[in-house]
Structure formats: structure tokens, C-alpha cells
């Protein structure tokens, strides 16, 4: 997908500006600090942030 990015280290989710689709789950993170999987989502029927687990 071409529509977030992922920071590796901060397991931050950043929206791609002009990039937005009608898929409801906008794109699906990893984040692996401390040696743990972290899975974090942005839906896009939600204001911007993480929704979900982690």
C-alpha cells in the first residue's frame, strides 16, 4: 500500500496526504519495540489516530 507510512522505531502511523482511498481500514502497522508485536489500524470512518490494539 502507498497510503501510510510506518516509522519502525516509533510505530507511528502517518497519513500520505492526498492519498486517501474508501477502503474502511485505511492500512495495518507493525510495531516490534521491546521485542513485542504491536498491530496498529486507522479506520478511516474514525477521526486520525490508532483504533484498535496495542
Not at 510506518?6 to 474508501?22: H, K
Request: no cysteine; charged share 15%.
Amino acid at each position: 500500500m502507498t497510503d501510510f507510512l510506518v516509522s519502525s522505531f516509533s510505530g507511528e502511523f502517518l497519513q500520505a496526504p492526498g492519498v486517501l482511498g474508501e477502503a474502511n481500514i485505511r492500512g495495518l502497522a507493525v510495531d516490534t519495540t521491546n521485542g513485542l508485536v504491536h498491530f496498529h489500524w486507522w479506520i478511516s470512518s474514525r477521526p486520525p489516530g490508532w483504533v484498535g490494539a496495542k
